[in-house]
């Protein structure tokens, strides 16, 4: 067995084969405490992701293309998808013109 010896960065006490301190209880295994730092960006960014107000546009398809009535809810799929190509080929002229003036 490995023996791995770690000092607690709050407390200053050595703990052997331990990821969390034995006498007050701060993560010391800086893997674990990355990824728990990694996680919690995650979810903060998810919170953000949510909380963030969305485009009017945006809204009004995700609503139409849920609509009860089937006229509504195809004519909004269809101009949704004209939408999305229109925008689609925008970004590739726009990708043309930066390259070739770069």
């Known amino acids: 067995m490995n023996k791995t010896y770690r000092t607690c960065q709050n407390c200053g006490t050595t703990n052997l084969n331990r990821d969390f301190c034995k006498q007050c209880g701060e993560i010391i295994n800086i ?13 903060k960014k998810k919170q953000l992701a949510k909380s963030e107000k969305r485009n009017a546009i945006t809204l009004f398809f995700e609503n139409a293309r849920e609509h009860p009535n089937f ?17 689609a080929v925008g970004s590739f002229l726009a990708f043309l013109l930066g390259y070739i003036a770069a």
Not at 76 to 87: D, E, H, M, N, R
């Open 71 to 87: 006229v509504v809810r195809w004519s909004a799929k269809f101009f949704y998808s004209i939408w999305v190509v229109v925008l």
């Open 31 to 43: 893997e674990l405490k990355r990824k728990q730092q990694q996680e919690n960006r995650i979810q």
